[in-house]
């Protein structure tokens, strides 16, 4: 079953809510391809890889939540842009792509979705005073050590987090996919015991040894496979389309 580009767009632009929340992207349609959607590709960022594979599945729209045109990029249509643009144009392939209203979803955002993976019960937004900053705050069903939780960590995405060790048992844990390491500091004043991210910075270490939290950094593209799969079942099941993810290795 086929079903116009536009209406696709449409749904998913009103399920994230996207115009309401300030990026530093332009967030839904980025590329227009054909009309008609019967097939999505979905997959975290829109290198050539995924383009290439998505070509390779037929695919008439590709999703993604890492798209184009960032802010403070070079315009100009030169280079591995130009290769990529060229592919989604020669090939009528639309690509749509959602950030921070990705990030943000209650149901298929990539906080949330991780938190699933994990088995942290959510309690609510890293920061009540600042809800620009997407991460969350969730709870474990019993205690663990710090490495008890890094191999679980482990399990579920398929790759050895960092791990920094504190002191104490791992109850409750804040965290924000990606790249997210700058908000240790609101997790260190939500009373966390750890603090994962999708990255590090050289400056998170000392701020989870001195603050005595553990943190972890999973992996950026890791942390954030899920909420992109989610939103493609959502639209599949919407408007009963085929939806196949495809995962573009990468160890960042």
Same mark, same amino acid.
């Given at each position: 079953m ?17 115009a ?7 967030? %839904? +349609? ?6 008609? #959607? /019967? ?9 050539? @890889? *995924?383009?290439d ?8 729209l ?25 592919t989604?144009l ?6 749509l792509?959602?950030h ?14 991780l938190?699933?993976?994990l ?10 005073e600042?809800?620009?900053?997407? %991460? +969350? ?6 205690? #663990? /050590? ?9 399990? @579920? *995405? ?15 844990v804040g965290?924000?996919t990606g ?33 005595d ?10 942390t954030?496979?899920?909420g992109?799969?989610?939103?493609g079942?959502?639209?599949?099941r ?15």
């Amino acid at each position: 079953m086929a079903v116009a580009l536009s209406t696709l767009v449409e749904e998913a632009d009103r399920y994230l809510n996207s115009a309401r929340i300030q990026d530093y992207c332009p967030n %839904g +349609l980025q590329v227009e391809g054909r009309s008609q #959607v /019967t097939r999505i590709v979905s997959g975290v960022t829109a290198s050539q @890889a *995924l383009l290439d594979a998505a070509v390779d599945a037929d695919a008439d729209l590709i999703l993604v939540h890492h798209g184009y045109f960032w802010k403070g990029e070079s315009p100009c249509v030169v280079g591995m842009k130009q290769r990529r643009l060229k592919t989604l144009l020669k090939h009528d392939i639309s690509l749509l792509a959602y950030h921070l209203p990705l990030d943000l979803h209650p149901e298929v955002g990539n906080n949330v979705q991780l938190a699933r993976q994990l088995d942290i019960t959510v309690e609510g937004p890293l920061d009540p005073e600042n809800l620009k900053i997407v %991460g +969350l705050v969730g709870s474990l069903a019993e205690p #663990v /050590t710090p490495r008890d939780f890094a191999h679980r960590v482990q399990s @579920a *995405l398929g790759r050895e987090p960092l791990l920094i060790a504190g002191s104490g048992m791992i109850r409750r844990v804040g965290w924000c996919t990606g790249g997210g390491q700058g908000y240790i500091d609101q997790a260190v004043l939500a009373g966390v015991d750890l603090y994962l991210s999708g990255e590090a910075s050289e400056q998170t270490f000392h701020s989870a040894r001195e603050n005595d939290i553990s943190f972890i950094a999973a992996g950026h593209h890791a942390t954030e496979r899920y909420g992109v799969q989610a939103l493609g079942n959502y639209l599949a099941r919407r408007f009963a389309l085929e939806h196949l993810f495809i995962d573009c290795p990468n160890p960042i």
